[in-house]
Structures are given as C-alpha cells and as structure tokens.
C-alpha cells in the first residue's frame, strides 16, 4: 500500500475485493526516469508565493460560509434569476472540490508524485488549503503528505451549502472576495501572481478592530445611502483577467518543457495556458477594438431592467451586475453532481441551469462551413471542404485542462434514401467509442513524457494512452484552433505543435482563426441523387481512454478506498459498497451508468450534391483527352 495515500485516520481500510477488471499494467518508469529524478528531490511546499497556509481564513466565521452570503444574494429575484449566490451555487467553481474526475486524477498525482495534490487542492479546496489541512508540507518544509490526498477536508461531501460550512464548497465567495493586490508584499515577491492559484488573501480588520475582512468587489459606494450592511472595498482586481488567471494558467513548478527536438527548454512546462492565450488574442488586446475580459464572457452583465445584486433592491445594476454564471464547456459533472449530491445539497435547479448554459456557450463559440461542388458524377469522388472557426472564444477551442478533453468534426454524407455512404469522427453512445478514422479531424493537445532512449514524445504505452500530467514534460500534437488576432505562434508555450495554421498574411506574425479540413468521399454504386452533406462539430468533457486510464491506475496501483468523507445517510451507487471503492473506480461507475460524457453537438451545417449522370457524358469535362476532337480548338 502506498503510504503517500493513506488518510490519517484509515485503520484497517485499504485495499479489499475488486468488482472491476483492470487493464494491463502500464509501467511508464523507465520513459519517465528523468521526470521522476527531478520531482522526487524537490520539496514540498510546491506553490511557495503568496499567501500560503495557517493563515486563518475563518476570521470571520459569518462571512467564511456562503450560506451566509444568500442570506442577502440568494432568492429574492425568481423572475430574473440574477442572485449571485444562486448562480454560483451549481457552478463548477462553486463545486470544484466534489468533482470525481478531479478527486480520481488527485490520486494518480499523488501516486506519481507523493504530495503533489496539494499543488491541486490550493485551487480547488483553497478553504482546506488556507486553513493548513490540504497542505502537503508544515511551516518547516517537513512533508505531511497524508493531507494532499484530501483524507484531513473537514465536513462532507455530500452536504448542503447553507447552514454548514465544510471544505467542499470549493472557490466560495470568500476567497474571490477576499483576494487582493498586495500592496506591500514580503520581499522578492509581487503584488499578484498569474498562475498556479498564488493568491494573495486579505486577513486584516477593514475598518474597525473586529469588522473582519474586506467585501472586495467592483462596486464604489463612496457616499451613497444605503451602505452595505457589511464592510467593503472597491478593487479593480476583480474587474480584470488577472484575477482569474490565478487558476486558469497552471505550471508545472519542477519541470522544464522538452521540444519537439528533445531540447530542455529551460521554460517550466506550460501545463494550462488559457490566460495567456486570451492575452496573445484581439480580445486581450485594448487597442484591437475587440477587447473583452474573462469576466465579460464568463460573468456577463445582466440586461434586465429593473436588476438587484441583493435583497435590498436598492440599486438598479442594469448593464452593471456581473452575473456568477463562470459556465465554460462541462455539461456533464454537474448533472452527476445532481445524480449524487442534489438531494442533500439542495441548491434547487442551479445544477440544470449550469448545464444548459455550457451548452449555449458551446452552441455560440464557433462557426462551421461545408463546401462542396453542386454536383457529381455518379460512383465518383467528391471533395468536401469543412471550415471550423473559432468566432467568439477568447482562447483557443478548446481551452483549459487538456486531458481527456477534445472536439471533433463529425461528417456524414447520405443518400436520397437516407443511406450513409459516408462517415468520419463517428461515436458509439453505447460503447462510448468514437471511431479514430483516416480522416477523422480531432482538436486536442496531446501531451506525453520524453523518451531520450528513443528520442520522442510518449504519449501510448502498450496501446494505452496515458495521462500523468504531474509527469507531462513535452507536447506531442496541439491542434487547437486559435482565437481571433492569435499572435502566439512562435511562443513555444501556447503554438501549434505538429500542426499549422496560417498567418492572416505573410509576416503579420498573427495565425487565422479557423482550420480547413479536406474529406475525400468515394461515391459507392446505386447511391440515390441527392446526397446531403452534414458536418456537426461536437464536444467531450471527458474520453472514454481518460476515464478508463484513471480506474486502471487506482487498480494497478491499489489506490486506497475513497476516503472523501460523507454523510452518514450517504448511500454508494450500483455495485459500488463502502470500503469497496476507489476514486478511480467510483468515477468509472458514474461514467459507466451516467451518460458516459456525452458529446455535444455545438455547431452544424449541411449542402446538397446533385448526381448527374450526364455530367461528364461527352467525355470533355471529364479530363479524357482521347475523347477530344482533333479539329475543335
């Protein structure tokens, strides 16, 4: 049994009977050797900036509890649906810290890397983290790494929102609104941090000796009547990127990135880079006429007329309330979320309306064309032209945690008698199996571990793909497509690896926004005139080889049994029984019987092509020179 996994207080859990068949053992030891040196010597604590733990987070206890804030920024305007709290409260930040693929690939981080959750935790259960008990190291730097794998997260999983404050919350009001510019940082360190959730968290009375901290946001009352019945701070913090690049650029903090060459490149491998994407686009940009924060996308204004941002209803924010929607492309956790938790949390429809925002900001994201000639001859090829777009992100499509994730292009040409002659980027809902064709065009980075035995980029051992993400330190494929104006094409942390794309004119150093993909379609025998032409752009959360690489792992490497803590009235799905379950495996069971992360469909469009049998009857057209006559010019 691995000792960097076992929660503090397991007794006799452990490993017990195994109602899963793992696959092969995967040993990826000697390709990753160098990795593994490098991470093993270094010590814990792995994000030393900022504000870092014992600090006491609960100062006041009141503010520390969401609940407390819905109070007054939860249920008091239905017809709109603007509450803050309510928004949050089904989001993935409002829920990072119960999300099962996150607690599955901890343990394989962990496993990889003893201690390395906690480089996890500090984002996605900062509460847990501030307060000392997701910490993988003391004050003195001595590993305590039973506290990385989540074992030592006060309350449970599984319970509400209001009225008990636990460390499942995830990214609660308190830390947004408690994070801060410092203005007088300790010395060598910097007023704020863009990456690896190095945030700095105000601890210190606002106004008089025991108000607590500061409500930090972007209004300014000055004057005005009435105050809020709580202290405040205007920050233009929170009105820019910055602040949410703290968690949406992640590095890794021990190793370097190896290019396609093999060469260290002395640059800490870049393992999430949505930020600097957004900055390398004309909507990072204030001079592109396009310019957009995160917060103008993720957050946007409500139009409704009148608006509230509390219970007083004392101000019309019309145009001016950010809404905590924070939605991007996941539709599928948070209806497991519903499926496990909805019952106790009770946080109402907030679960469905966060859903089905991820699928409008799917639907809206990019734009797809389908190009092909009016008509054929018959049993002949035709030439189809799909162009994807990336319209409207301001990053590449897709952004964010790379692993598992991926869009593709699904075509399908049919007869006139709804026969398929065609098809590439099919998917098998039942099997969850998309079909990895000749043409198939799949946007995604592939990322892997250096060989130097055989110079290159590992990414499938044994036929298995694998993803030890605490381990990637080279980029195999990045395919992703641009935002609009992208002038990162030569930063080796955010280009294209083993693709290209374009500059929007020769020199101008800024790539295009789009990809062309070209299908060959062989026209069978007997197809009935006309054929339609559909390409559907479609979007995963996560791969069936991710989900299945994570149970796999906590079976091979017999992970302990689950020891998130949970209620009492906690009842374990399907085959699943207590002290019979790993992260790994309960995620499987979830995968398995919850909709398999089914794909969505974002964007389609669709032609027609006419068969003419008399196209190319004379033989002219045809190319067939022996048909030409001698004499006609």
Known sequence: MNPMNTCPDSGERGRRSRWLTAGPTITIAALAQIAIVAVLFAAPPFTPNATQPTINFALNHAYANPGNCQSCHGGYDATNDVEPFDLWSGTMMGNSNRDPIFWAALDVANNDVPGSGEFCLRCHAPKAWLEGRASAGDDMGTPT?????????????????????????????????????????????????????EYWIDDEDCGAPGSGPCRRGPYDYGGADPQPPHEWA???????????????????????????NGNDTGILYPVERTYTEWTQSDYGSQSSGSFLTCQNCHMPDSTEDPVYACVFQT?????????????????????????????????????????????????????????????????GTLEVDVRVTNSLTGHKLPTGYTEGRRMWIHLEVVDALDTVVFESGAYDPVTAVLTKDSQVKIYETIRGTWNPTD???????????????????????????????????????????AYTYPETSPGSG????????????????????????N?????????????????DEAINNNFDDDCTPRSSSFTWPGALGVGDRSRGEYLYWLWDNIDKSTPVDMVDHSVQVVIDPTLFADGFESGNTSEWSSTTP
């Open 145 to 197: 790494v039973g506290d990385a794998d989540g074992c030592s997260l006060q309350g449970n999983i599984d319970e509400g929102m209001v009225g008990v404050a636990n460390d499942f919350e995830g990214v609660t009001c308190a830390l947004c609104h408690r994070m801060m510019e410092n203005d007088s940082p300790p010395p060598g360190e910097s007023n704020f941090y863009i990456e690896n959730a």
């Open 234 to 260: 205007f920050s233009t913090y929170h009105q820019g990127s910055e602040m949410c690049a703290t968690c949406h650029n992640v590095t890794n903090p021990l190793l370097n990135l190896i290019d396609e």
């Open 315 to 379: 101000t019309n924010r019309t145009g001016d309330l950010p809404q905590h929607h924070f939605v991007g492309g996941n539709t599928w956790i948070p209806g497991i979320l519903e499926n496990q938790y909805g019952a106790t949390i009770d946080n109402g429809t907030a679960f469905a309306d966060t859903t089905a925002r991820a699928q409008a900001m799917l639907e809206s994201a990019a734009l797809i064309s389908v190009m092909a000639p009016t008509e054929i001859e018959p049993e």
């Open 455 to 497: 110079d290159e980029c590992v990414h499938t051992v044994n036929d298995v793909e694998q993803f030890h993400f605490v381990l990637a330190n080279c980029i195999l494929s990045d395919n992703r497509i641009p935002p609009l104006g992208f002038t990162g094409g030569t930063d080796i942390e955010t280009q294209p690896v």
């Open 510 to 533: 800024v790539l295009v926004n789009y990809d062309d993909t070209t299908y060959t379609v062989p026209i069978p025998p007997g197809a009935a005139t006309p054929l339609t032409v």
């Open 535 to 551: 390409a559907t752009l479609r979007y995963q959360t996560s791969s069936k080889e991710y989900i299945e690489f994570l149970r």
